[in-house]
């Protein structure tokens, strides 16, 4: 059972930013797919961001506004949100899996706050 520690939400005024973070607990192999997801209040989960292999696949959303970056040593992955808006608000999950089609891991989640 891998377990992911999610840091760095919080409250931020619109054109702020935060960075999250998600570490993993599972440190031997290598999981190849980590990302966010989010979940903003009656609406449906949605992708942020997420990289799988070589390739990072971010939601339309917060093209050109999020940056994902992983440290390739160990199954961390960092999200720096820029130019946060209100809609940006919403509870964030980080998720992870070893390979596509094997279990998937998902934190508790982490809370962003954008005030206009």
């Known amino acids: 059972q891998v377990q992911l520690t999610e840091s760095g939400g919080g409250l931020v005024q619109t054109g702020g930013s935060l960075r999250l973070s998600c570490a993993a607990s599972e440190s031997t192999f290598r999981y190849d797919i980590m990302g966010w997801y989010r979940r903003a209040p009656g609406k449906q989960r949605e992708l942020v961001a997420i990289i799988s292999g070589g390739t ?18 160990k199954n961390i992955v960092f999200l720096q949100m820029n130019s946060l808006k209100p809609e940006d608000t919403a509870m964030y999950f980080c998720k992870t899996q070893r ?8 934190g508790r989640g982490t809370q962003v706050t954008v005030s206009s």
Not at 59 to 64: A, E, H, P, R
Not at 99 to 106: A, F, L, N, S
């Open 56 to 73: 990072t696949n971010y939601g339309d959303s917060v093209k050109g506004r999020f940056t994902l970056s992983r440290d390739n040593a």
């Open 99 to 106: 390979y596509r089609g094997w279990p998937e891991y998902w």
